[in-house]
Every structure is written in C-alpha cells, then in structure tokens.
C-alpha cells in the first residue's frame, strides 16, 4: 500500500537475497526503489548457492533453530520473529515456488533449484516498478558539497559510462560477505565504512576448509574422496567438549565438508587462540570403544593387520590410508593402541583456508552500531543487510533465512524512517 512518502527515493545496494527482499519491501510501501549492483546480473552467490541442491531453511524448531545463530542469537532472534522459517516458505509460496522438507529437515524447493526462484522474484519486482542498474559498484560517498541532500545519502558508482553520483533519500546496504569474490561480495566496502567511523568486526572465513599437513602419498592418491561415516570431538576455546558425526572430505591442502563446516567456528576460533588445533576422529561412530578393542585383539592367525581390520570393521582404503597417515608403524603391532587410535585419531588442523574459498562469512558490520531496524545509528537513513552483519551460522539455511529477513527488516525501517521525516517535514 503506497504511503505518504510516495516520492521518496530508496537506493539498495546489493542484489543479493537480502538487498532483493528489502527492495521488495520498499517497493510494495509505495516507494522509487533504484537497486544498483556491481555484477552484470544479480544473485550470483544465490544461484551458486543453489547448484548442489537449494536448501533455504531449515523445518527445525525456532528453539534450535535459533541457536544455529550462536552469540549472534539475541541479534538474529528479533529479525526471525518478523520473517522466520515459516513465513519465507509461506512468501516462497505466493511466488509459485513449493518447498519440502528433507530427510535432514533441511527445506528445499520441490524442483531444487534456485534459477526458477530468482526469475519470478526479479520479474515480480520489476513488474513492481524496482529499477535495476547493473555494473554499478558503490565506491563510497560523494565529499563535494552539492544539490543532493545529506552527505550521507550521495553516493558514489562507477559504472562502464564513468563515474556517477546519485542523490538518494535512504539507503539500504546489502553487500554480503567476502567469500567467493568473483560472485561480486568482495568486502570492498569495508574501509568504506571504517572511513565513515561505521565499527567492522574484521571479516574471516566460516563454513570453510582447515589445512592439514598430509603426505605427498595422502594427498595424491586420497584428495577428493569422503571419509564416512566418521564423528569429530572437539574441545572448543571454553572447553567444552562438542562430538558431532557426519562426513568429511579430503582435499589436497587438508579436509572440508559439512562435518567440518558445522564445526568450523569452533575450530578457527581455537585455532586463532592457539595457532593449530587437533581433533579426534572416530573412524567406527556406530561402534563402542569395547567392541573396537574385542575386534582388534580377536586372534586374526596368519592375516595382516590391515586384512583383520577390514574383516572385523570395515576399515579399508581411505580410513586405513589415514591410520597409516597419522599413526607410526610400531602403533600397528599393538592392538590396544590401536583401538584407541581407531575411536580417536588425532589429527592437526593448521590453518583455515581463506575467506574467498568459504562458503560464508564471519565479522562485518557490528550490531552495537545498529538500531533495532539495522540502520546505522550514526549515519541516519543509512541501513545495512544481510551477511555483511557481524553473524554467522552453519550451512542447512540458516544462512539465506537470516539474509531474508534482515532484507525485509532493513527495507520496513528504510520505509518508515522516509515516512517519519516526511511527517516531521508537514508538520514544519
Ligand atoms: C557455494 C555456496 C553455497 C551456499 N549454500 C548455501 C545454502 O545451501 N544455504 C544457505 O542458507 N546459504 C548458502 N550459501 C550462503 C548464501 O548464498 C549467502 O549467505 C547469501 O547469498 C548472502 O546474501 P547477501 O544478500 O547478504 O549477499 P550476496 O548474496 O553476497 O549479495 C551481495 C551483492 O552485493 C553486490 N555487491 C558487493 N559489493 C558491491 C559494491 N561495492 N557495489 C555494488 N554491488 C556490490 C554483489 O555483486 C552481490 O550481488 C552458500 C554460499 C556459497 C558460496
């Protein structure tokens, strides 16, 4: 429904998920949206994020859901109250697009895709009067005083045409974080808003891989290959003691995957605290230290060691590889050593690898700076979205489901800031 401030213009910067929804939201409060990105097109990360199957959500209770968000949960809580798990479903649904939940509980559209997805939103918000100016990155603000209002609101864009200022009433920021740069979120805008005195926790890497230091043997024959089913204990910066099983995946500089993205916070943070971190390995989750050490001890008469293990546990190729790996040979003639090594192999995590390989971001711009609409409380009518906020969560949704929601939030406060001045303006 249109508002009283129907001439007012809003610029989002940024195409992603959360710049769409608060250009969605602007749009549909009758208000001359201009949404500018430095990509030729917009949602690149979103699409990518859709190749191995789009998961948006998750159909968990809000209680864990929210913990998903960790000490972010507090920030993160007042913005799914407004657009939870269950009203993007229910938008995603008024788009065309039916979801189903997973095995995992993981929500997913029905044809799992997320090109599909994109297309209708960008023609419902074209339809709905949103402009588009792609090849348009923000390079900060214009500093010459000029016709177009607060400081604050004249911004910067070089285009392929030169360099342009554009006047704007408020703006809404959604430039996500710095993983996987070419996708157009490359974290330029940090010392943008450092210039502007805007606190940034320093951006690093989350949901991402950890270097190990394999062999030249291990890392030829073994990269790519999952290791599963496998569980990892980590002892975190508080220590606490977290087991969690899943899969792993070795890569030529260390190990990846979801069992390790899960985890991944709470690896760079010990690793940031001690400079490496190891992790213990249960090779055999579904079996118990007793049962492991009864196997291994049991007579295995003239077969090897690594036959008998294969026989009595399953134990072959990429998980006897990492025993080989990790373990000295005289480890192998002891065979309660061994069983121990086989519930608990310990192995070093050394580095993680850097924020543009990651799936996400941790560290952006810090709440504190934030009102409870997400504008800067410093720079009034200047608002901020999506990953570029001081959070993180692990992948299943979380991710997409806070970017959504702090889009619709920023772009209901971008709106009703335009509506106070103008009604400050009529009664002037
Ligand atoms: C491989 C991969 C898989 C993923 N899988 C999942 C998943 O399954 N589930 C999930 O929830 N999340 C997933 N994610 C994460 C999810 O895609 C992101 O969290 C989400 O896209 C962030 O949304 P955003 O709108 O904040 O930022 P982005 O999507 O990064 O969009 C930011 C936009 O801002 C533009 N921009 C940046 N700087 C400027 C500038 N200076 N001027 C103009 N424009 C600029 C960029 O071009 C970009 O279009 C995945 C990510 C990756 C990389």
Known sequence: MPSSSDSARVAVIGGGPAGLMAAETLIGRGLQVDLYDSMPSVGRKFLMAGKGGMNITHSEPLDPFLSRYGARRVRIAPLLDVFGPDALRAW?????IETFVGSS???FPTDMKAAPMLRAWLHRLREAGVRFHMRHKWTGWATDPGDGGPAAHRLRFTTPDGDHTVPSDAVVFALGGASWPRLGSDAAWVPLMT???????PLRPANCGFDVDWSPYLRER???QPVKPVAISLTDVDNKVHNRQGEILLTETGVEGNLIYALSAMIRERIAADGEVTIALDLVPGLTQERVVAEVTRPRGSRSMSSHLHGRLGIGGIKLALLHEILPQEAFADAHRLAQA????????????PVAEAISTAG?????ALDAHLMIEQLPGVFCAGEMLDWEAPTGGYLLTACFASGLVAGRGAAAFLD????RGAST
Do not use: S
Request: glycine letters at 12%; aromatic letters at 6%.
């Open 92 to 96: 995603l649904q008024g788009l065309g």
């Open 105 to 107: 509980g993981r929500v």
């Open 195 to 201: 210039a502007r005195d805007v606190p940034v926790t």
């Open 222 to 224: 073994f990269a790519g």
């Open 342 to 353: 086989i519930k608990a192999l310990p192995l070093r995590l050394t580095r993680a690898r």
């Open 364 to 368: 952006g711009i810090a709440f504190d």
């Open 420 to 423: 106070a001045r103008k009604r």
